[in-house]
């Protein structure tokens, strides 16, 4: 079956597979994706020892590279090839050895080549929510699974 005729959600999955396979980053910081829609994403870490900075919190890069990963997903979910123009990030609350935390990516806007999302970092163990990340998309030439596709031959 074609891409092309698979339901949005179906497609966001597929894509986030195909994503999930190779992204070593998300890995290596064992991030898991805990949920995929057309335009959205969630990914959650815990806070591991080796994250924590030298005032004993999470290191605010690790926080934007959850919200930053969350927003790659959000933003490939349709299966074009998109990569971020620009990110910035505020910090709202400090996180803490074994603190688990979750990024919620939200599109706000899309057309075109360009779009906008907003990404909420919550402390799943606080209840708390710890960061907000906004992040500018730009699409790029080529399809997700075809380019992971040509990479696996």
Request: glycine share 8%; net charge negative.
């Amino acid at each position: 079956m074609s891409h092309e005729a698979l339901d949005p959600q179906t497609l966001a999955e597929t894509v986030a597979t195909a994503m999930w396979s190779r992204d070593h980053a998300a890995h290596a910081l064992d991030m898991r994706l805990d949920s995929i829609a057309p335009g959205s994403a969630r990914l959650s870490m815990s806070v591991r020892p080796d994250m924590l900075n030298g005032h004993a919190i999470c290191h605010g890069g690790m926080l934007f590279t959850l919200a930053d990963t969350a927003f790659a997903y959000a933003c490939n979910s349709d299966n074009h090839n998109t990569v971020a123009s620009a990110a910035y990030i505020d910090f709202l609350a400090p996180s803490r050895l074994g603190d688990r935390l979750q990024a919620h990516a939200q599109v706000r806007t899309q057309g075109g080549r360009t779009g906008v999302y907003d990404i909420t970092v919550h402390n799943l163990t606080s209840g708390r929510d710890v960061a907000l990340f906004r992040g500018k998309s730009h699409r790029i030439q080529g399809l997700v699974t075809e380019s992971l596709t040509a990479e696996a031959s």
